[in-house]
């Protein structure tokens, strides 16, 4: 099994009395390109410095000046992961999941049995390490029923799926290190006018960036075993704005009309999580294959099951590639042609959770007309997941 020691990236550190405005003109020279630790006399790590959230803190009015003089750990995230050496890697990536979410993508503290500090893990690398893991595990799965003949065609869909995360990593990760660099550039000619539009950037691609990591640490645990339901009892309508306030970040300039049609008095009792991002992968889906017109999101109930319906008005799917829809790997585009973004594992997520719901999906699409993907899923989890799911055709 992989150990976390393996991905260290850096075992530079600083020592606690090192000035705040020391340390932000080694950002700005570049001598430090990313996080840095901060440890004691002992060499045992007491804080973490996340580049870009020291330099933003530093940004708000004033704040230079009233911190440059102090001591480093002002400034130092109060929360930061520490890991073993050896621990392994699903262990540690069970540990960053369970993070609060402005601390997710945060550098690892990596010590040894000593409580010394060894280096720092990035989660880019952790979760690339993660999805050639996973990639090798589902491959092995297709491969032990394999024929033959079949052999070639699967390992090229591992390169492709691979390739596909790694861009779909690198572009947002890009995106972000060249919003940052505008930021550091105008901080040190103190000009700010164009901050507002560099955090709109950076809320878009961490956004996108956090869709394709969760996708992937998603399925991973599925095929793993090691994804839990824990049911409760919530409003549908608390949801659907919680999927609303991602989408209108998700459209983006795009002349779309988001429509909602459902019963805003409807309480479910099932997984919040998982049917969020069962929905926030069809909305999103919708949204990136439309260019005008409308997504719409409307609600069902019968006899105890509920319908959970995204409608669209964008390019639709050709019959020949619907086959395609709910396979890992599977694109229907062709990657050396492909228009939109992706790796290939939305629809694959989505039919997974469904089944962990006790639900199923469905869709029908009709070529340059749109498309209509939905689930059913009990109003109870517990009392129908194990039935028969055949109250809509």
């Not at 003089?69 to 400034?75: A, R, T, V």
């Not at 621990?87 to 945060?106: F, G, H, I, Q, S």
């Not at 990596?110 to 690339?128: A, H, R, T």
């Amino acid at each position: 099994m992989d150990r976390i020691g393996k991905l260290i990236f850096t075992k530079d550190f600083i020592q606690e009395k090192v000035l705040i405005k020391d340390l932000f003109d080694s950002f700005l020279r570049g001598s430090i390109k990313d996080s840095i630790a901060i440890c004691d006399g002992q060499r045992k790590p007491i804080g973490l410095i996340v580049k870009q959230k020291f330099l933003t803190r530093l940004t708000e009015r004033y704040a230079f000046e009233l911190y440059q003089k102090k001591e480093i750990l002002k400034l130092s995230v109060p929360e930061f992961l520490t890991v073993n050496f050896d621990e392994p890697l699903d262990m540690v990536v069970n540990k960053a999941l369970k993070r609060k979410t402005d601390n997710v993508y945060d550098e690892i503290v990596v010590i040894n049995d000593k409580g010394e500090y060894e280096g720092l893990v990035s989660i880019k690398n952790l979760i690339i390490e993660q999805t050639n893991n996973l990639a090798n595990l589902l491959i092995q799965q297709e491969l032990a029923n394999a024929k033959t003949k079949e052999l070639e065609a699967i390992n090229e869909m591992k390169n492709q799926f691979i390739s596909n995360v790694t861009h779909e990593l690198r572009s947002p990760t890009n995106v972000i290190i060249g919003a940052l660099e505008i930021l550091k550039k105008n901080l040190a000619e103190n000009d700010l006018k164009n901050a507002e539009m560099i955090i709109n950037i950076l809320e878009t691609s961490a956004n996108s960036l956090k869709i394709v990591i969760s996708n992937i640490l998603d399925l991973s645990k599925i095929e793993a075993g090691k994804m839990e339901v824990i049911p409760e009892t919530f409003k549908l309508k608390e949801l659907i704005k919680d999927i609303l306030d991602n989408a209108a970040i998700l459209k983006k300039n795009k002349d779309i009309k988001l429509i909602v049609e459902i019963d805003e008095n409807l309480h479910l009792n099932t997984d919040y999580v998982k049917l969020r991002q069962i929905l926030l992968n069809l909305v999103s889906n919708a949204i990136k294959f439309t260019e005008n017109g409308y997504v719409k999101i409307r609600s069902e109930t019968n006899e105890g099951w509920v319908k959970l319906e995204v409608e669209d008005t964008g390019c639709g799917i050709k019959k020949e590639n619907q086959d395609k829809l709910f396979q890992a790997f599977s694109q229907v585009e062709d990657a050396k042609t492909k228009k939109y973004e992706g790796t290939g594992l939305g629809l694959t997520i989505v039919k997974k959770l469904a089944g962990l719901l006790g639900g199923k999906v469905y869709f029908e699409s009709e070529w340059k007309r749109g498309s209509k993907f939905g689930v059913i899923i009990p109003h109870e989890i517990e009392e129908r997941k194990n039935e028969e799911k055949n109250i809509y055709h």
